[in-house]
């Protein structure tokens, strides 16, 4: 269900919106849904990979092979 929402902005700012929205072919307001809906999926994608990582991090790698020593990694 969609809900109306009011929003306060410079008249400037509105003009460029509005031609960005009928570059697309869309009115504002779809326009800018659809500009929100992006951004949201995208900070979710973003998290979902974000979780993803941290959780490899924690498991971490078998690289094979014995750590080397002390000496072995000091060496020049």
């Not at 509005?18 to 869309?26: G, S, W």
């Not at 949201?40 to 979902?48: G, I, K």
């Amino acid at each position: 269900m969609a809900t109306n929402v009011t929003l306060r902005m410079d008249e400037h700012l509105l003009q460029k919106l509005r031609h960005h929205a009928v570059d697309d072919n869309l009115s504002l307001s779809a326009w800018i849904t659809a500009v929100l809906r992006r951004m949201v999926e995208s900070n979710a994608a973003t998290l979902v990979a974000r979780d993803r990582a941290l959780r490899r991090l924690e498991h971490g790698y078998s690289l094979g092979g014995r750590p080397l020593t002390r000496e072995q990694t000091h060496a020049r």
